[in-house]
């Protein structure tokens, strides 16, 4: 079945160093990966979206690269910053008629300094 | 600008007793869901719906009811609610199709303790 897998429950690092968060998916169709970011006591809020033309996404600092042949999504950024600390979810929806979001478990990061 | 309503945001409710959590969108999206989210448990989802007048069950449904009366409004109902339903709820809203990557937007969340 479609699915999204992030490994790492919780992801402690220094502020400066960089971070790369990890996201896998399983599915039947070519689909949409979504990064959201989740601050406490806020909802969730998109962070970067795959596209359809290969362009890399990137925001805040952050990017992701759609890799096809590996079924990943990994978020990255060269330098983590205090204001970084939050959870933050890999989601997928897929492109035919079925219009559910599978969403991973979350990432917790936290950034020292 | 786009955006999701939910209300309450805060509820205490006691056990056995009804609770509605409701959830309005402006942004024309056809789809809607609710999801709990749970420490450990990342977000689940308890309800989904394609258009007015539809609901689907989604991963955690028991114990949940869905109404879908409008393309706006999309309701979560606790006809018996219990302290495991104690949680916070978020509603989102989002698009379909294969060639729209919008990503569904979230409401800003309801949490519900039931005593």
């Known amino acids: 079945g479609d699915s999204v897998t992030q490994t790492e429950g919780l992801v402690t690092l220094t502020e400066g160093l960089p971070v790369m968060l990890n996201c896998t998916y399983q599915?039947?169709?070519?689909?949409?990966l979504f990064w959201y970011v989740q601050h406490l006591n806020e909802a969730p809020k998109l962070l970067l979206k795959?596209?359809?033309?290969?362009k890399r996404p990137e925001h805040q600092g952050f990017h992701a690269t759609l890799h096809k042949s590996s079924s990943s999504f990994h978020l990255q950024k060269s330098s983590a910053q205090l204001s970084d600390s939050a959870l933050y979810y890999c989601?997928?929806?897929?492109?035919?008629?079925?219009?559910?979001?599978?969403f991973g478990d979350g990432t917790q990061l936290v950034v020292k300094p | 600008e786009a955006a999701v309503t939910q209300s309450p945001r805060n509820k205490v409710a006691v056990t056995g007793g009804k609770v509605t959590l409701s959830c309005n969108q402006t942004?024309?999206?056809?789809?809607m869901y609710w999801y709990r989210q749970d420490t450990g448990h990342g977000l689940r989802l308890i309800h989904y719906?394609?258009?007015?007048?539809?609901?689907e069950k989604g991963d955690i449904p028991d114990g949940y009811k869905a109404s879908r009366p409008s393309q706006e409004n999309f309701s979560l109902i606790l006809e018996l609610a219990t302290p495991s339903q104690t949680s916070v709820y978020f509603c989102?809203?989002?698009?379909?199709?294969?060639?729209?990557?919008?990503?569904?937007?979230f409401g800003e969340g309801t949490r519900l303790s039931v005593l």
């Open positions: 989102a809203s989002g698009v379909s199709g294969t060639n729209n990557n919008q990503a569904p937007l």
């Open positions: 599915s039947t169709y070519s689909p949409f």
């Open positions: 795959s596209f359809t033309d290969n």
């Open positions: 989601a997928l929806r897929l492109r035919n008629s079925n219009n559910r979001i599978f």
């Open positions: 942004n024309n999206h056809n789809n």
């Open positions: 719906s394609y258009g007015a007048g539809s609901t």
